[in-house]
C-alpha cells in the first residue's frame, strides 16, 4: 500500500480508483480528483469543532487527554458549517446512484451536519446512536457523562437503493433485529493504537467493532469505501479484513504512517468467512414453472400439502389445479385453506422414493446453481 498526492481538479474522467491507497492532502481537494458516481459508501468521522477553553483536569490535577489538535479549530460555526457544506459535496458527487453515507459525530457538531446533510440532498435512514459501555467520566460534575455518539446514516437521495443486509445484522444480535442503539466499547488496551512516545496516536480512534457492524450491514465484499477523514485508518483496517476496498483521505503525516503500518498487519478473510446472512427477498427469484420446465416435476405430477389435507396435480403451464380451482401455487393453497393468502413454496410437497419432499428444496436447487 502507498501514499500518494493527487491533483486538486474536480475529474469526471474514467480514472482508476486508487483502491487500499491513502490519499495526502485536503479531504476536499483529493475528493474533488476523484470520478464521479464512483464510490459504494462513505464513512466520515469529521473534525467535531469541540470549542474546547483552556484544559481540563481530573480531580487529581492530572490533565485530560482532550482533542485539542489544530485540525478540530474553527474560528466560527460559520466556518465550520462552510467547511462542512464544501466536503458534503464533494462526497455526495462521489456516491454512486445507490451509493449511502454514514457520519459520526457529537452533540459539538453532529446536528449541524444533519442538517447540511439535508440541504445537499441526502435522504436520511436513521440515527444511530453508539452508547460507549466505558465512557470517560465527567471530571468537572456540571453536566451528565458524555456516554455516546450519534451516527447519521443517509442514501445519496430519496430513491437510492442502497445496501442494508438485514439478516446479517440479525445474525449478529443473536437473531434479533439490529436497533438504532449500539452498545460498544469505545478503543482501550491494545486496540488504542500509540505512537513512538507511547501516547494516543489519535485522540478520536474509533472501535473495530463500530466499523465492522457498519460495513457487514451496508456494504457487500467487493464494494469501495471511502473515509475522508482516515485518522489511524480503523475503516481502512476492517475493510481489508472483511473483503471490501478503501480508499483514505488524511493530511497529517502522523495519522497516515500509523494507519499504513496498521493495515499492513491485517488479515483479510477467507472467502467463505466473509459471507453474511441474506433476506429472502435478495435471493434470485425462481418461477415455479421453471421446476416444470426443467423436469424436476412433471405435469400430472400430484403436490400434496404439508398438513396432509389437499393436494393438487402440476399442469403444463406450471400453474396447479385441484378438486375446484386452478391458479398458481399460491393462490391454489391459500383457496384451498380459506386463507388470505399462502407461500405455496412451503405449503406443497411432492413424492420422492415414497417420501413427501418440500418443493422449496428444487427452489433452492435452481439458486445455487444461479449463485455458482
Given at each position: ?32 480528483s ?96 453508539w ?6 467520566p ?42 438504532s ?18 501516547d ?20 457487500n465484499p467487493g ?14 483496517a476492517?475493510a ?13 503525516e502522523a495519522?497516515r ?12 478473510f477467507d ?40 393436494k ?15 391458479g ?15 407461500n405455496?413454496w ?27
Amino acid at each position: 500500500m502507498t501514499t500518494t498526492k493527487r491533483a486538486v481538479a474536480p475529474s469526471n474522467t474514467a480514472m482508476p480508483l486508487p483502491l487500499n491507497q491513502i490519499l495526502e492532502g485536503d479531504c476536499i481537494e483529493m475528493m474533488n480528483s476523484l470520478p464521479a458516481d464512483s464510490i459504494d459508501l462513505i464513512f466520515a468521522d469529521p473534525p467535531y469543532n469541540l470549542q474546547l477553553k483552556g484544559e481540563l483536569h481530573r480531580p487529581d490535577n492530572s490533565k485530560v487527554d482532550a482533542v485539542d489538535d489544530h485540525w478540530d479549530q474553527f474560528s466560527s460555526f460559520k466556518a465550520y458549517d462552510e467547511f462542512t457544506s464544501a466536503w458534503l459535496k464533494a462526497a455526495r458527487r462521489l456516491l454512486k446512484p445507490n451509493g449511502a453515507i454514514w457520519v459520526i459525530g457529537s452533540y459539538h457538531n453532529i446536528f449541524r451536519v444533519g442538517a447540511s446533510l439535508q440541504d445537499q440532498g441526502f435522504w436520511i435512514l436513521n440515527d444511530v446512536v453508539w452508547r460507549k459501555s466505558n465512557p470517560m467520566p465527567n471530571f468537572r460534575g456540571k453536566r451528565f457523562t458524555n456516554a455516546h455518539e450519534t451516527m447519521i446514516w443517509a442514501g445519496k437521495s430519496e430513491t437510492s437503493k442502497y445496501t442494508f443486509n438485514y439478516e446479517a445484522l440479525k445474525a449478529l444480535n443473536e437473531g434479533i433485529q439490529m436497533r438504532s442503539d449500539w452498545v460498544l466499547p469505545i478503543c482501550t488496551g491494545h486496540e488504542r493504537l500509540k505512537d513512538d512516545n507511547g501516547d494516543k496516536a489519535h485522540p478520536t480512534q474509533k472501535p473495530e467493532s463500530l466499523l465492522h457492524r457498519v460495513l457487514v450491514g451496508s456494504t457487500n465484499p467487493g464494494d469501495v469505501i471511502l473515509d475522508p477523514f482516515f485518522g489511524t485508518g480503523t475503516t481502512g483496517a476492517v475493510a481489508k479484513m472483511l473483503g471490501r476496498d478503501f480508499i483514505g483521505i488524511e493530511r497529517e503525516e502522523a495519522y497516515r504512517k500509523v494507519a499504513k503500518k496498521r493495515i499492513a498487519n491485517a488479515r483479510k478473510f477467507d472467502r467463505e468467512a466473509l459471507m453474511v446472512s441474506t433476506s429472502k427477498r435478495a435471493e434470485p427469484r425462481v418461477p415455479f414453472g421453471q421446476l416444470v420446465e426443467r423436469g424436476m416435476l412433471r405435469p400430472g405430477e400430484e403436490l400434496y400439502s404439508l398438513n396432509k389435507r389437499h393436494k393438487a396435480k402440476v399442469r403444463a403451464d406450471g400453474t396447479l389445479i385441484g378438486d375446484d380451482v386452478k391458479g398458481s401455487i399460491h393462490q391454489v393453497g391459500a383457496h384451498l385453506e380459506g386463507a388470505p393468502s399462502c407461500n405455496g413454496w412451503t405449503y406443497w410437497c411432492y413424492k420422492k422414493d415414497g417420501k413427501k419432499v418440500p418443493i422449496d428444496l428444487l427452489r433452492q436447487q435452481i439458486r445455487a446453481e444461479m449463485l455458482n
